[in-house]
């Protein structure tokens, strides 16, 4: 079977052309600050990226005959976790979405493309994959609820990917799934719900290389009101300006755990911090999962630093055991759920949030 797999960024797109699992065709680029300045608003991007790969498909004589397309999922309403039809629902939920990103264009897209093969258009996972148990949501304010948003197609992926190799199903399974990324997600997974996991977007949770994570509300209460910064800058300390780059000026965690492990400070001090605010809330998700825990797995691109690794690992293996499954491949994690969705092995969701 041939699926097309679309992945939007922020400031690139990736394409894929699958047989199968199997990749067969990759494509892609980075979109400059230039291509982008004009468009004020993430919508206005819709045709320049969808000519892109409609350009890129014709350059490689590839006709757009496909058995499924899908997207990576937008940042739609709350929703379970599964592979989704792509609905008119979905696509006035993408176009008027509270929180703006590339993203959301990947199913309107694939939408677009499926209706012009006669094929189904999917999205699977998307980051607001929402499964919290009722407790997870409340905190100390009435007005303020926890929201689930985390990077959940991959965490779901490579805890599917687990089971399946220890001759499991995911739903027969408690794991802690740690991603490691430029934002940080850490989910207890209840035999195949996500009972609980850090929003690791807005301000919570561990600090990352982007991220600022929890911090003092008093202090930060100080801060807000200081008159110093505006909403915007104050926004950007918590999403894109926080953590390792806040600290160190970079978030190349590869350059800073080498000079880590040299010794060199202030790196060693600030990554080995960010990594033990990781290990907390591992423990916190050891406690949702009430000690009932078959694995905890590392994922994400810091998955593949050594230093970080082990120190994760001093710090968390006496919980459970824990499991390698570094890098995050997105594409081929989409083309698994549209197969499983096209031979009838996963079960094909309808958004229709409340």
């Known amino acids: 079977m041939k699926i097309f797999v679309i992945n939007p960024g922020s400031t690139s797109t990736k394409l894929a052309l699958f047989e199968n699992e199997k990749v067969i065709w990759a494509a892609g680029a980075h979109h400059s600050s230039e291509d982008l300045q004009h468009f004020h608003h993430v919508n206005e991007q819709y045709e320049y990226r969808r000519d892109f790969i409609f350009r890129l498909l014709a350059e490689a004589g590839i006709p757009i005959e496909f058995d499924a397309v899908i997207a990576r999922g937008g940042l739609l309403k709350p929703t379970p976790g599964g592979v989704y039809a792509i609905n008119e629902q979905m696509k006035y939920d993408l176009l008027h979405a509270r929180m703006e990103h590339a993203c959301n264009l990947g199913a309107l897209i694939a939408d677009e493309m499926a209706k012009k093969c006669g094929c189904p258009a999917y999205i699977a996972d998307p980051e607001v994959v929402d499964e919290l148990q009722p407790a997870a949501r409340y905190t100390g304010i009435p007005e303020i609820e926890r929201i689930s948003i985390f990077h959940a197609l991959n965490s779901k992926a490579v805890s599917r990917k687990y089971a399946a190799s220890i001759g499991k199903h995911y739903e027969e399974l408690n794991l802690i799934v740690v991603h490691l990324g430029g934002g940080i997600s850490v989910g207890a997974h209840c035999q ?108 994400g691109g810091i998955a593949h630093s050594d230093y970080c690794v082990g120190a994760l690992r001093e710090q968390i293996d006496y919980l459970a055991p824990v499991v390698l499954i570094p890098g995050e491949d997105e594409m081929g994690s989409l083309a698994f759920n549209a197969l499983g969705a096209l031979k009838g092995e996963l079960p094909l969701q309808v958004y229709h949030p409340q």
């Open 192 to 299: 195949g719900r996500v009972i609980d996991v850090n929003n690791a977007l807005n301000g919570e949770g561990p600090f990352s290389p982007e991220r600022a994570g929890t911090i003092p509300a008093d202090q930060f209460a100080e801060l807000c009101f200081s008159g110093k910064y505006t909403l915007r800058q104050v926004k950007k300390m918590l999403n894109g300006k926080g953590g390792l780059i806040a600290h160190l000026g970079t978030n190349d965690v590869a350059s800073i755990a080498h000079k880590a492990e040299a010794g060199e400070e202030p790196y060693k001090g600030v990554l080995d911090a960010m990594l033990y605010t990781v290990a907390k809330q591992v423990g916190a998700m050891y406690v949702s999962l009430r000690g009932k825990v078959d694995a905890i797995i590392l994922t």
